[in-house]
């Protein structure tokens, strides 16, 4: 008869205090939460909080993403404090604070991490008349 194989119980990580990574565009809101190094824990988006077409780029889908993940970070690792990092020109920015404090997480930075052009788009080809 074939022994039975025990499995290992895997030890329950904790994470007090990480990170919170939002992408807020104008059409989709993508909040992740990580460890101090830059691990994800949980992510989620407007368009995964079942939103589409263009209510994915509203405040209050940003708002629904951001405590959808932040609940699952809270109970599976115990997230307390965050420094929060900002891409993006959306309207989902400053509902996501706002998110995180109606969340009880302290927030202790806010970053803005927008990428910033250098050198710009290709200029537009000399007319021929």
Do not use: W
């Not at 307390?80 to 996501?96: E, F, H, P, S, T």
């Amino acid at each position: 008869m074939a022994e039975a194989t025990k499995s290992k119980k895997k030890a329950k990580r904790t994470v007090s205090a990480g990170q919170v990574h939002v992408q807020a565009t104008f059409n989709n809101t993508i909040v992740t939460f990580t460890d101090a190094q830059g691990g994800a824990l949980t992510a989620s988006s407007s368009g995964a909080c079942g939103f589409r077409g263009s209510k994915k780029g509203t405040a209050y889908a940003a708002q629904v993403a951001t405590e959808k993940a932040g609940q699952a970070a809270k109970t599976q690792y115990g997230f307390a404090k965050a420094d929060v990092y900002l891409k993006g020109i959306g309207q989902g920015r400053d509902a996501v604070v706002r998110a995180l404090a109606g969340l009880d997480i302290q927030v202790e930075s806010i970053k803005d991490v927008t990428g910033v052009p250098h050198g710009g788009v290709r200029p537009k080809k000399a007319r021929r008349v």
